[in-house]
């Protein structure tokens, strides 16, 4: 039978007790945010898109600092801040060694230039909640949030890219984006569909919508970085030796023309 049934009686004293592992009208805590996530994401568009940022971040900028999917610590008056970004971007900031955490007292309590977190079911909440209060009370010039793909809340059922600017006054003012700069295949970025945070990091920010789905035909996107000189995407290695590729063999196919 599937009921579960429970007596009143005492059980004997050679009996084991048994008891329902049941826990009823308690909501469980999706993840503890005191505790590590240890870098394990959940899904595969987060881990891809979060690995992707870096990537390009990496390459393109060397001259400054990208960290991802690390706690930040940081120390205001005597209490300690715990932030983990799935990326954080310290421009003209050099560390040459690898980091298990970011303590801000160590790099003269360096904040990051521009920080990201890319939605999800489990920390949405805190994303666009606690974190921005955090990233407002340090001063960070801009915090970014961005959805992947569609997590189950309609006002932010992408395309959605947010854009938290620092103003002079200390508060953000918030600028959204809820359209795809271009499809992934195409080469043309719609330069009316980008936000333009130029003034803080060398980059403008827009949407691209992948090929690919998520779980059946959910469709997915990209947070890309818009160069502001020729409006092209900034380029992961990946794509830079491709491209290399391409032109040597470009190349080769004139000259054995000439022939």
Not at 98 to 109: D, M
Not at 114 to 130: C, E, F, R, V, Y
Request: hydrophobic share 35%.
């Amino acid at each position: 039978m599937s009921e579960h049934f429970e007596s009143n009686q005492k059980p004997k004293e050679d009996q084991p007790i048994i008891r329902s592992t049941r826990i009823h009208n308690i909501e469980a805590m999706p993840f503890d945010p005191l505790k590590p996530r240890l870098g394990r994401r959940e899904s595969e568009p987060h881990s891809e898109e979060v690995s992707y940022l870096y990537e390009v971040l990496h390459s393109n900028f060397p001259a400054s600092r990208t960290i991802w999917d690390l706690h930040h610590y940081f120390l205001v008056d005597t209490e300690e801040i715990d932030i983990q970004f799935d990326i954080s971007f310290f421009k003209d900031l050099q560390i040459e060694y690898s980091l298990s955490s970011y303590r801000a007292s160590n790099f003269n309590n360096q904040v990051p230039t521009m920080a990201i977190n890319l939605l999800s079911k489990n920390t949405w909440q805190m994303d666009i909640g606690i974190h921005v209060d955090y990233c407002r009370l340090l001063k960070i010039p801009l915090y970014i949030v961005f959805s992947p793909f569609y997590i189950g809340k309609a006002i932010y059922k992408p395309p959605f890219l947010r854009a938290y600017i620092l103003q002079p006054d200390g508060d953000y003012h918030i600028q959204d984006l809820n359209r795809i700069s271009l499809k992934e295949g195409n080469t043309s970025v719609n330069r009316a569909a980008l936000l333009d945070v130029s003034k803080i990091v060398p980059f403008n920010l827009g949407t691209m919508e992948l090929i690919s789905r998520h779980e059946g035909d959910l469709p997915r996107y990209r947070l890309i970085l818009v160069d502001t000189q020729n409006y092209g995407i900034f380029p992961t290695p990946v794509q830079k030796e491709k491209a290399r590729a391409d032109q040597l063999q470009k190349k080769l196919e004139q000259s054995q023309r000439k022939f």
